[in-house]
C-alpha cells in the first residue's frame, strides 16, 4: 500500500492540537472492550464476575500490545431493584482499575446500560423512557455522582469516564441536554478528569455534527462507533433483521450475490439487504471516517473510535481482510481505538483457554 498516497489524500484531515496547561496524560492509541462482564452478563452466574476476567487477562492484553481498556458497566450489575449498591461489582470494578493502572493500561469506564435505557431496546422489543421521564434524567446524573464518588481517587492520567454507550431516541437534543446535566455536575465534582462524550443514534459518525461539546475544555474525548460494512460485520447476527440472510458473504467488494433476489424476504429485511448492498474496502473506510476527523479538528478535540469489530459468523479470511483495512485507516487518520471485543461474540481470545488469536492481534497492534 501506497501510503504517501492516503496522507496526501487526507492531508486536511489531521488533528492537530497544541497541549493546554490543564490538560491531563489520558491518551489512547489502541485498546479492548471488556465486554460481557459487568455489562451484558448474560447467563453467567453471578458468581463469576470475579473470575471472567482476571489480572491475567489485563498481562496478557498489555503483552498483545494494546494500551488501554474499556469497561462497559449495567445499572442492574451496580445496583440492585431499589437502588442498593452492589458491592461484589463495586469491588470488580475497583480491581480491575488497580490492575490496569498496575500494569499500565489506561482504562475508560463506560456506563453501557441502564434501566431506562438500551441502545438495542428496538430489536429487543423493549422500550426506552430515559429522554421522556425527568425522574429517570435525574437518576442517570446521580448513578454518575455515585460512580464518581467511588472511584474518583484513580489518576485522572489513566481512568476516563464515559457518560453513556449509544444513545438513542428520536430527537438528539434530548440526549445534548443530558450530557450538558451530566457534565455540570461531573465537570465540577472532577475538574480534570477525561470525559468521553459519543455521538447520538449508536453513536453514530453522521450524527456527530448535532452534538453538543462543551466548549474550551481540553480534557474530553468525543468518540463514536462503526460497523461498516454491517452487512459484513453483522453477518447472521442473531439481534438483527439480517439474521435472515443465510447465504455467501464477500469482503472487500460487494457483501451478497450479484443476482441476490431481495424479494424473498420480509419487505423491512429486504430493504435492509438492498441498501446494505454496496462495495466496501479500505477507501471505503477512509470515507466513512473522513467526516469524524472534520469535527474533530472543528472542535480541537481528539476523535477515538470506541467500538469496531466483525462477528466470528464471518468467514476468517474475510474477518481478516476486514481488520486489516480498518486498522490501516485507523493509522492513516491517526484515530485511537477500542475493539469489540474480548471474549464475546467479535472476541480476540477463546473464552475457557484464554489464547488470543494471535494472526488477528499482530494485524490490530502492527507486529
Known sequence: ??????????????????????????????????????????????????????????????????????????????????????????????????????????????????????????NDGGTNSLFDDPAEQAKFVDLWREISARISHHSVDWVAYEFMNEAVGEDPEDWNRLIQNVYAFAREEEPTRTFVIGSFQWQSISMLEKLWVPENDSNLIISFHTYAPFSVTHYKASWTPLRAYQGPINYPGLPYPEDLDFAQFSP????????????????????????????????????????????????????????????N???????????????GGFRIVNDDSREIDHELIDILTGR
Open 1 to 122: 500500500m501506497k501510503w504517501t498516497r492516503l496522507f496526501l489524500l487526507f492531508a486536511g484531515a489531521f488533528i492537530t492540537l497544541a497541549p493546554a496547561a490543564d490538560k491531563n496524560a489520558f491518551v489512547l492509541e489502541r485498546g479492548v472492550n471488556l465486554s460481557h462482564w459487568l455489562s451484558q452478563r448474560g447467563e453467567r452466574p453471578r458468581e463469576q464476575l470475579a473470575s471472567f476476567v482476571t489480572e491475567f487477562d489485563i498481562i496478557m492484553l498489555k503483552d498483545a500490545g494494546f494500551d488501554h481498556v474499556r469497561i462497559p458497566i449495567d445499572e442492574i450489575e451496580f445496583w440492585d431493584d431499589r437502588g442498593e449498591p452492589r458491592e461484589d461489582a463495586w469491588s470488580t470494578l475497583e480491581n480491575a482499575l488497580t490492575w490496569a493502572r498496575r500494569h499500565e493500561l489506561r482504562a475508560i469506564v463506560d456506563l453501557h446500560v441502564i434501566r431506562s435505557h438500551h441502545f438495542n431496546a428496538e
Open 329 to 343: 485507516a485507523f493509522e492513516a487518520l491517526d484515530i485511537p481505538w477500542t475493539i469489540w471485543d474480548y471474549k
Open 268 to 327: 423491512e429485511v429486504g430493504e435492509m439487504l438492498r441498501e446494505l448492498q454496496t462495495p466496501f474496502d479500505l477507501y471505503a473506510a477512509l470515507e466513512e471516517l473522513k467526516p469524524a476527523v472534520e469535527f474533530a479538528r472543528e472542535k480541537g478535540l481528539p476523535v477515538y473510535c470506541g467500538e469496531w469489530g466483525c462477528y466470528l459468523a464471518v468467514p476468517r479470511e474475510m474477518r481478516l481482510a476486514y481488520y486489516r483495512d480498518w486498522t
